[in-house]
Antibody, heavy 123, light 111 residues
């Protein structure tokens, strides 16, 4: 059974660095056709894709947030981490991690999602 | 960056009636491999999004056949042939040809 779960602080102060962890089960982060993305959603607003970690350790980032984001993974712990620097109240959002899976024919971005973690940025 | 624009932003439908959502991308989503990387998701209240449609028109596992996707290039449509109460939520289109970008979302409610 595939599951993903986000963890980390629920409250951070402006200018601080946020580090979130996505712990996965039911699949390995070393599978050739699997990757994990981070996606966020401010309260009442739309989804925003942030970053993706591929199985070959390649990483890609949102162009607008690239300077503030770092995605990494610990395959042995089945974890994908997201670091976002210089947090601001506008970064208040639910942060999701989601799996991208490809079979021999197609890719299925975000076929499984974690429940999300609401992070509030406030002094 | 590719911009995804959905219309309408909200929709109120009588159960049993059809519904249609449009999604337009600022650039073609047709890849040189012949695939078009356009996806549809539904986010029900208080839940994580769920994948409905991949590559424009293919229903993901377990998705009822009342959901269908169509389109090409930059213009796409999600149709629900007969809306049911369980279809309420916010629908998002997403492009996957260059990084990922979601549309603004379309809120579907029942009349």
């Amino acid at each position: 059974q595939v599951t993903l779960k986000e963890s980390g602080p629920v409250l951070v102060k402006p200018t601080e660095t946020l580090t979130l962890t996505c712990t996965v089960s039911g699949f390995s982060l070393s599978y050739a056709r699997v990757g994990v993305s981070w996606i966020r959603q401010p309260p009442g607003k739309a989804l925003e894709w942030l970053a993706h970690s591929f199985s070959n350790d390649e990483k890609v980032y949102s162009t607008s947030l690239k300077s503030r984001l770092t995605i990494s993974k610990d395959t042995s712990r089945s974890q994908v981490l997201l670091t976002m620097t210089n947090m601001d109240p506008v970064d208040t959002a639910t942060y999701f991690c989601a799996r991208l899976y490809c079979d021999s024919v197609s890719c299925f971005p975000f076929d499984y999602w974690g429940p999300g973690i609401l992070v509030t940025v406030s002094s | 960056d590719i911009v995804m624009t959905q219309t309408p932003l909200s929709l109120s439908v009588t159960p049993g009636q059809p519904a249609s959502i449009s999604c337009k991308s600022s650039q073609s989503l047709l890849h040189s491999n012949g695939k078009t990387f356009l996806y549809w998701y539904l986010q029900k209240s208080g839940q994580s999004p769920q994948l409905l449609i991949y590559e424009v028109s293919s229903r993901f596992s377990g998705v009822p056949d009342r959901f269908s996707g169509s389109g090409s290039g930059t213009d796409f449509t999600l149709k629900i042939s007969r809306v049911e109460a369980e279809d309420v939520g916010v629908y998002y289109c997403m492009q996957g040809i260059y990084l990922h970008t979601f549309g603004q979302g379309t809120k579907l409610e029942i009349k």
